[in-house]
Nanobody
């Protein structure tokens, strides 16, 4: 069992930065793949980035590659998402999710979800 809590969301102007953090509890977290997803009003949940326990990383290259960076600290049981050069279209609720072992870009593959944190980017 893994419990996830996101933090770090807020309001920022376009071009600014935010750092989201996902804090996890559960003894299997170090081997879990952890992903960030986002959902804007009226839209489907969208994959942002994911990282495996061993450090393999995948990004939504269309939307965030080159601007967002995912990282993890297994000693602290955290996975962070550094978001730079933010755009108004990045506005969404951002969710952290976890699954066993292998990274995936499909939300259907993830077993555990946090409650989400709101990110709002003003123009």
């Amino acid at each position: 069992q893994v419990q996830l809590v996101e933090s770090g969301g807020g309001l920022v102007q376009a071009g600014g930065s935010l750092r989201l953090s996902c804090a996890a509890s559960g003894r299997t977290f170090s081997t879990a793949a952890t992903g960030w997803f986002r959902q804007a009003p009226g839209r489907e949940r969208e994959f942002v980035a994911a990282i495996s326990g061993s450090g393999r990383i995948i990004y939504n290259t269309h939307s965030v590659k080159g601007r967002f960076t995912i990282s993890r600290d297994n000693a602290k049981n955290t996975v962070d998402l550094q978001m730079n050069s933010l755009k108004p279209e990045d506005t969404a609720v951002y969710y952290c999710a976890a699954r066993s072992w292998v990274v995936s870009d499909s939300p259907n593959d993830y077993d555990y979800w946090g409650q989400g944190t709101q990110v709002t980017v003003s123009s």
